[in-house]
C-alpha cells in the first residue's frame, strides 16, 4: 500500500472494544518509557475487565522479564500513574506540570527513584532479595507514608539485630512502631535513639571505665599486666 508524501493512514476501529485508553497516556510514553507505558494500559484492561493481576501473567503477555516489569512499576508509582494501597493498586492520571516546574519535578522524581533503588540494594544486601510484593511495600513506607529510606535502612539494622529470623512484617512492624511516634527522617530518629538499638552509643572498646581509670591510677603496673 502507498500513499501520498506527508499524510497519514487513516486506520479503522474495532466495534465493540472494551478498554478505554485516556490520550494522556500516549502524551507521556516517551518519558515512562515503551514497558512501563504498555504496563499501564494492560493494567488498565484488567481494571476494565475485572481481571486480576499477576505480575507473572502480565510479563508473560508483554513478553518481558518480570524484573523489567517490576521496575516499569516503580516508574510508574514514581511519576503518580499508579497508587499502591496495600491490597489495592489504583490506576490514575497525574495533573499536567506547568513547564516552570518541569525540571524540578524531573530533579526530585529522579531523587526519589535514585533514593529507593539504594533502600531495595541495601535490603538485599542486608537481607536477600525483596520479592515484587515487598518492593511495592518499601515504596509504599517511602511514598505515602513518607518515611525516608534511611530510616526504613535503620530499620533493616534493628530487625537484623533483634530478629533470629529476619522477615519483612517483623521489619513492617518496627516501622509502624516508630511511624506512630512521629519519625519520619533521620533526624527525627537520631532526636530519639532510644528508639533504635543500633544508634545507642557503646563505648569503644579502648575506653575505660570511671572504676578501671581509678584502678589504674593506684595500681599502674598492675593494670598494665
Same mark, same amino acid.
Given at each position: 500500500m502507498s500513499t501520498p508524501k506527508g499524510t497519514g493512514v487513516l486506520l479503522q476501529g474495532i466495534e465493540g472494544l472494551p478498554v478505554q485508553v485516556p490520550q494522556t497516556i500516549f502524551q507521556h510514553q516517551a #518519558? &515512562? $518509557?515503551?514497558? +512501563? +507505558? %504498555? &504496563?499501564?494500559? =494492560? &493494567? %488498565?484492561a484488567c481494571a476494565q475487565t475485572s481481571r486480576p493481576v499477576?505480575? @507473572? #501473567?502480565l510479563a508473560r503477555d508483554m513478553g518481558v522479564d518480570v524484573g523489567e516489569l517490576e521496575q516499569a512499576m516503580v516508574i510508574l508509582a514514581s511519576a503518580g500513574w499508579i497508587n499502591d494501597e496495600g491490597l489495592v493498586i489504583r490506576l490514575t492520571v497525574p495533573e499536567p506540570v506547568q513547564q516552570g516546574t518541569l525540571e524540578t519535578a524531573v530533579a526530585v522524581l529522579d531523587e526519589e527513584q535514585a533514593s529507593f533503588e539504594w533502600l531495595v540494594d541495601y535490603y538485599a @544486601? *542486608? /537481607? $536477600? =532479595?525483596?520479592?515484587?510484593e515487598e518492593m511495592r511495600k518499601l515504596l509504599y513506607w517511602m511514598e505515602r507514608r513518607q518515611v525516608s529510606h534511611e530510616v526504613i535502612a535503620v530499620a533493616i539494622e534493628e530487625m537484623c539485630a533483634g530478629a533470629a529470623r529476619p522477615s519483612f512484617p517483623y521489619l513492617e512492624g518496627i516501622l509502624r512502631n516508630w511511624h506512630a511516634q $512521629?519519625? *519520619?527522617?533521620?533526624a527525627d530518629l537520631v532526636e530519639r535513639p532510644t528508639l @533504635?538499638? /543500633?544508634l545507642q552509643h557503646k563505648p569503644a572498646e579502648e575506653e575505660l571505665t570511671a572504676a !578501671? &581509670? *581509678?584502678?589504674? !591510677? /593506684?595500681?599502674p603496673d598492675e593494670f598494665n599486666d
Open positions: #518519558d &515512562l $518509557g515503551p514497558t +512501563a +507505558a %504498555l &504496563l499501564w494500559i =494492560n &493494567l %488498565l499477576r505480575i @507473572a #501473567d @544486601a *542486608r /537481607v $536477600g =532479595n525483596p520479592s515484587p $512521629g519519625i *519520619r527522617t533521620y @533504635a538499638r /543500633v !578501671e &581509670l *581509678r584502678w589504674k !591510677e /593506684v595500681f
